[in-house]
């Protein structure tokens, strides 16, 4: 029998993050600076790129973060294979030219990436710093010796992804995420050196524990203190504490213990967030600052009753996903971050898995702005690999170090309380997965005990799984395997559940297949004779999963009749591009999101939302274009409502309502064109209506930006969704016209998208086919101020025209 454990956690947190201002050293005590703009870029691997002297004025000129693969040609041939995004990889270099002020003599320069794919070797000035081969980590290097002060200096980046297959979706290839210089005093605050923890929380106050790591090569004995304040949202000062430094040390960690009165609780409803001001003060002057946004929360997986927040029972309704952001790649931009988890926050998720690997950065921060909790996985495989070229390679040397690198970064986020350090890990099959397990969980302990510990398993009740059944593990977590949840209390007793995977359905956007009520596995297993789609599409009615995976329906049902099951993680919350199971080549990307890779909802995001949120919602599906005489099953998504009936061109078709465990109703008609209308009713009082009408011919485009208006900061996005509607503004459900996007003023393209997994197309490209009547132009400030005019147009259609506005 396992020990029981028990877990209350507090902590009050967010990332480490350096203060930031544009200005001269004078006027800062720290100085963290963007470092991503005029880079030069080669994709190959010439001789002697590392030197300084290297001639690389034909090379491109281009601004970070970058993903070269997207920008390349679809291809099964690709090493990748299309369970990597049937995308190009190789070996690419980036060097930039930088200065440094005489001004700046005896101040200390570090040079930070938040993720490089992958296996990047770095060099300054012609000397080596080092490599970093796992693409996900976040790393820093000391630039201080290396530099000539007054001069040109030259840093090189030398990035390998020409080993693959390495990965089991789309990797991306380059540095994909930010990259930034920090300029400090010679008596510093480490990196990721401020550790804040709540050990006690009440109503009444919380009592927080700041550590701050320092270093120290002042070289002389000065009167040095650490002060430490907490503000307020409003910036009003709620706590400070101050301690004196021993100024001999070069290396000296220092615990402080702060009272916040009446504290503002951090939750998925009300994301409040303090700060921690962390000042290194010499003879009165400070000398170095950080600052750390924080959240106060506290939580407990309990091994009967489930997950609660502060004190309030609630279920984590969480997705996976991977990092990739559709036609932009895997190259971070924070806008296209952040409208993902705006829709799924819509949606009513309140939780996410880092599918799995550790995030960028931008991820963690606007999770804990939004109220989204996240369980921080690590790693996909072990010493053990699920590709010839994956992470196994390195995991003897290097696991160790980007572990202990992720808890670092991470552990002072609001919105982290899980950590996974593993996904279907093949070594839970070896006597061996047992004693690997227990070392990263003391590797994780050692660095943070606020937050469980868990691992993503396949089948976790077998005797056979040697890290479920370890003893080193807080949480148990079942990818998928719904039918043994009602075992599980006696499988591990006292210990808590989540379901860290679960559903894998599949549906192509606008895509219906009939009956709606004929459930499809594919592929198909055994002596079955069924045969998936030969458009390669799979219907948007939640009838089709993989084997191992459930329809959406079934998994949601599974969770909230289990009063001891914390959550749910679908997978995935969003199409990704790479494995595009069951389908092979041509499909190139995934068909188990909600929303589709261009960010357009799936008809089973409506069912979610009625079920997770308050909003009052009424769906209604398919469109209504149909032969005369075909049989259409209409399905409704409803809340708030005790029924739902539905009008056919003004006739009752009857009134439906959801027997216990049911989450739709259904009409089956015969199609006749017109309107389709439905209406719900609480307690025989109208609560709203939902209407779908047969479209015309297609007449003219149509788009309608997210954001009228963008920052001029040549990094924001708009997001501009291109329809093809009938005179009378009607979606065509089938329309697929090739349409030409032009963008002029102060932006440009750059990605253009339509969801279909079988589309070729570069991403690039300004030329996109509609697919089931929707596309997407992606467009981006170009860093001036302006209009930015948007048009597209197509053979036989009136175009289309828009101006957004760049501030």
Same mark, same amino acid.
């Given at each position: 029998?396992?020990?029981?454990? =028990? ?9 480490? !993050?350096?203060? /930031? ?32 002297? #290297? ?87 000391? &630039?201080?010796? #290396? ?39 010679? /008596?510093?605050?480490?990196?990721? @050196? ?84 962390? +000042? ?25 009753? @489930? ?7 609630? =279920? ?20 296209? &971050?952040?409208?993902?988890?705006? $829709?799924?926050?819509? $949606? ?47 995991? %003897?040397?290097?696991? +160790? ?85 009602? *075992? ?6 006292? $210990? ?7 559903? !894998?359905? &599949?549906?192509?956007?606008? *895509? ?31 009838? /089709? ?87 259409? %099953? ?47 009713? *609480? ?23 997210? +954001?009228?208006?963008?920052?001029? %900061? ?45 589309? *070729? ?12 009547? &929707? ?33």
């Amino acid at each position: 029998m396992l020990p029981v454990k =028990k877990f209350v956690f507090s902590t009050i947190i967010l990332s480490f !993050s350096l203060f /930031c201002v544009n200005t001269s050293f004078a006027q800062s005590a720290r100085l963290k600076e963007n470092f991503d703009a005029q880079w030069r870029f080669h994709l190959g691997d010439p001789v002697g790129a590392e030197q300084p002297g #290297y001639d690389d004025h034909s090379w491109r000129l281009l601004n970070l973060p970058h993903d070269w693969s997207i920008e390349g040609t679809f291809s099964r041939d690709n090493p990748a294979t299309p369970g990597g995004g049937a995308l190009p990889g190789g070996v690419g270099w980036y060097r930039k030219t930088f200065t440094v002020s005489e001004a700046d003599r005896g101040k200390l320069f570090f040079i930070d990436f938040d993720g490089v794919y992958m296996d990047s070797r770095m060099w300054i000035n012609g000397h080596y710093l080092g490599e970093r081969p796992y693409g996900y980590s976040s790393f820093e290097y000391e &630039l201080t010796p #290396y530099l000539h002060i007054g001069g040109k200096n030259v840093i090189a980046v030398r990035v390998d992804n020409s080993h693959q297959p390495n990965s089991r979706w789309y990797s991306g290839s380059g540095i994909y995420r930010n990259v930034w210089l920090i300029k400090t005093h010679p /008596c510093y605050i480490d990196h990721w @050196g401020v550790y804040v923890t709540t050990p006690h929380i009440t109503n009444n106050e919380a009592v927080v524990r700041v550590q701050t790591t320092i270093r120290n090569r002042l070289g002389s004995t000065r009167n040095l203190q650490l002060q430490t304040r907490i503000e307020d949202a409003t910036g009003k000062t709620v706590a400070e504490n101050s301690v004196p430094l021993d100024a001999k040390a070069d290396s000296l960690t220092v615990a402080q213990q702060l009272q916040v009165s009446d504290p503002h609780l951090w939750s998925t409803d009300d994301p409040y967030l303090y700060r921690v001001v962390s +000042r290194i003060v010499a003879n009165g002057q400070t000398i170095d600052d950080v600052i750390t946004p924080l959240g106060i929360r506290y939580f407990h997986f309990d091994p009967r009753t @489930g997950f609660s927040l502060n004190g309030k029972p609630m =279920k984590i309704w969480g997705v996976c996903d991977h990092h990739d952001l559709g036609c932009l790649g895997a190259a971070i931009h924070e806008r296209a &971050l952040e409208r993902q988890l705006q $829709m799924l926050k819509k $949606m009513g998720v309140n939780g996410f898995r880092t599918s799995h690997n550790p995030p960028a950065p931008e991820l963690l921060d606007l999770c804990d702005k939004l109220g989204i909790l996240v369980m921080d996985e690590a790693f996909d495989c072990w010493k053990r690999g699920k590709n010839p070229y994956d992470y196994h390679i390195y995991w %003897d040397q290097w696991h +160790r170090r980007d572990l202990e690198d992720m808890i670092r970064r991470d552990r002072n986020h609001p919105s982290v309380i899980i950590w996974s350090i593993g996904n279907e890990i093949p070594d839970q099959w070896d006597s061996a997965g047992a004693d690997i397990a227990r070392e990263l969980v003391g590797i994780v302990k050692s660095l943070d005990t606020t937050r469980p510990i868990t691992s993503a398993l396949n089948d976790p009740e077998s005797p056979r799984n040697s890290i479920a059944h370890s003893g080193a593990l807080d949480l148990i977590g079942y990818n998928y395997d719904v039918g043994a949840y009602d *075992h599980f209390p006696e499988n591990f007793p006292g $210990m808590p559940f989540i379901a860290t995977e679960t559903t !894998s359905a &599949l549906e192509t956007r606008g *895509h219906y297949d009939m009956p709606s009520d004929s459930i499809r596995v594919w592929p198909p297993r055994g002596n079955s004779h069924e045969k998936m789609n030969s458009d390669y599409t799979c219907s948007a009615y939640d009838n /089709c999963c993989v084997p191992w995976g459930n329809l959406h329906e079934d998994a949601l049902r599974a969770i909230m009749d289990h009063p001891f099951a914390s959550g749910m993680f679908i997978w995935t919350g969003w199409d990704y591009l790479g494995e595009p199971t069951p389908y092979p080549w041509p499909a190139r990307s995934s068909y188990f999101g909600i929303i589709d890779l261009a960010g357009f909802p799936k008809d089973i995001y409506y069912m979610y939302q009625s079920v997770w949120t308050q909003d009052t919602v009424l769906h209604i599906f398919p469109h209504w274009n149909w032969k005369p005489g075909d049989s259409v %099953d209409v399905w409704a998504f409803y809340n708030h409502a005790d029924e739902v009936e539905l009008f056919l061109n003004g006739k009752s078709l009857g009134k439906r309502h959801k027997e216990p465990g049911q989450f739709h109703v259904m009409w089956r008609v015969a199609y006749e064109p017109g309107e389709l209308k439905a209406v719900s009713y *609480h307690n025989g009082q109208l609560v709203k209506t939902a209407v779908v009408r047969t479209a015309g011919a297609p007449y003219r485009i149509e788009l309608i930006p997210d +954001r009228s208006e963008i920052h001029a %900061d040549g990094r924001d996005l708009s997001f501009v969704t291109v329809k093809v509607v009938d005179q009378h503004g009607t979606l065509v459900p089938d329309a697929d016209q090739l349409i030409h996007f032009d963008v002029q003023g102060a932006g440009f393209i750059a990605g253009t998208d339509n969801g279909n997994e079988i589309d *070729h197309t570069s991403f690039p490209s300004h030329d996109r086919h509609a697919f089931n009547g &929707l596309a997407l132009v992606v467009v981006q400030s170009d860093g001036k101020k302006g209009t930015i005019q948007v048009k597209a147009t197509a053979e036989g259609l009136q175009p289309a025209f828009i101006n957004l506005s760049a501030q």
